[in-house]
């Protein structure tokens, strides 16, 4: 259960630095470079300095560890297609270069983010194609099985029959869902979603979706398509991933206007973002007063340096060490009652 409860944050608060300095050959992230060529090499300690930086951010905040909303875990042959995709610089990475940082078999996977000390974290998988959810998510459901750690994880295209499976997914026992309008390339306001989402609504289970435009934009991305989704469906718990990025104020309005709309940090305010899509120092305040619906979001294996660097660059923001804790803890055992 939730032992820490958010306090009020001041916009203006300053905290003390919880993570020590990495040493000199690990103390950035590497900057995206959107030639044609492979991309910087990475700059990281070894897993041992990495898992003890991470540890000492959150027993300085006084938590019991970490809840990460936003990791990746899927069919290893899905996984390693992702991979290759990356490292091709496909369209939809902005044609960035992507060196992914934690390239191991899932049980490697596993086992450091258990080292890191995340307490939970999530499968998010999605399908490219129709045909695809309903194989990802019997995937998903074995994996949770044999994965204590996980929240058993279900994902949903738009297609004839989803909310038949979306339904079975409940029933197995899914807790949160991942939709990817980017990648899957649909409306997430199409007709044939609509009695999934009341569902999802229904149930009260949340959706992590990436519906921004970053890193490149998608035919749906943007606010408006899910503005009118949840015009339709105001309750839907909805997990706005990546914080929005680009469209960050954009949907800093629909949480601001919906109650059950959050947001996720994933990959945002750190130094391979910040010099493409930089977040707006304006909407830090904003961001303060919503800390009880903001979520520790990483995008881990996929990331192109260190996961401390995510943890530094959100305590970088000052915005305190109760935001901290509500962030990077409280507010995801209060949604998913951990």
């Not at 990495?22 to 103390?27: L, Q």
């Not at 590497?30 to 897993?47: F, H, K, L, Q, W």
């Not at 560890?65 to 990746?72: A, Q, S």
Request: charged share 20%; with cysteine.
């Amino acid at each position: 259960m939730n032992d820490h409860h958010a306090a009020p944050v001041d916009p203006a608060a300053i905290s003390e630095p919880v993570l020590a300095s990495r040493s000199s050959h690990s103390t950035g992230a590497p900057r995206p470079d959107r030639a044609t060529g492979a991309g910087p090499a990475v700059c990281e300690g070894t897993p041992g300095e990495e898992v003890q930086e991470v540890r000492r951010f959150w027993q300085g905040l006084g938590l019991p560890g970490l809840v990460d909303v936003h990791t990746h875990f899927m069919p290893e042959r899905v996984l390693h297609k992702v991979w290759d995709y990356f490292d091709a610089q496909g369209p939809l990475t902005g044609g960035l270069a992507w060196p992914i940082t934690y390239r191991a078999q899932e049980a490697e996977r596993a086992a450091l983010l258990r080292e890191f000390g995340v307490r939970t974290f999530t499968a998010m998988l999605y399908p490219h194609k129709p045909g695809m959810a309903q194989w990802l998510n019997g995937w998903a459901a074995d994996f949770a099985r044999r994965t204590p750690e996980v929240l058993h994880t279900a994902t949903l295209f738009a297609e004839p029959g989803v909310d038949t499976y979306v339904r079975e997914a409940l029933d197995e026992g899914a807790r949160v869902f991942k939709a990817h309008v980017q990648v899957g390339g649909y409306d997430p306001a199409d007709e044939l979603l609509d009695q999934a989402w009341g569902t999802l609504a229904e149930a009260e289970v949340p959706v992590v979706i990436h519906c921004g435009s970053g890193p490149a934009p998608g035919t749906h991305t943007g606010t408006g398509p899910i503005a009118h989704v949840l015009a339709r469906h105001p309750r839907l718990r909805l997990i706005i991933a990546h914080l929005g990025m680009p469209e960050y104020e954009e949907f800093l309005d629909l949480a601001e206007h919906y109650e059950q709309v959050r947001l996720d940090t994933t990959m945002v305010f750190t130094d391979f973002t910040e010099t493409f899509m930089p977040f707006p120092r304006r909407a830090l305040p904003r961001l303060a007063r919503l800390g009880d619906r903001i979520l520790l979001g990483t995008d881990f294996p996929n990331i192109p340096y260190p996961y401390p660097h995510q943890l530094r660059a959100l305590e970088r923001l000052d915005l305190g060490p109760a935001w901290l804790r509500a962030v990077c803890h409280d507010n995801a055992t209060t949604l998913f009652g951990l």
